[in-house]
């Protein structure tokens, strides 16, 4: 996976999951993936080491990734989306067997079956 794949990932998990992280990983992490500070610039501001923002961050990561593997709230909005934008996509041209199809699927996605 590229870097801007990764990043774009955990800014997604972030979304979901990011208020389960403490105030100090929520600084970190946004620091580093929205403000585009660098290592040192964190460190410089938190008055703590390159090494300990490095870890901090490689630590938050993985567990918005835990969260994900877990939870799956993030694979399933996509699913349920997915399944969405089909059946928008039917009914926009006149499929209307499709579009009831996709809807049920849909239906059956957010009632968790």
Known sequence: MDEL???EKLGDLYAYYGSLLTQGQQDYFEDYYY???SLGEIAANHEVSRQAVYDN???SSKILENYESKLHMKQDYDKIENSLADAVLAID???QQVAKAELVKLLNKM???
Do not use: F, P, S
Request: aromatic share 0%; net charge positive; hydrophobic share 15%.
């Open 5 to 7: 794949t990764k990043n």
């Open 35 to 37: 403000n585009d500070l």
């Open 57 to 59: 961050l490689k630590r």
């Open 93 to 95: 041209n006149n499929d």
């Open 111 to 113: 009632r968790g079956e």
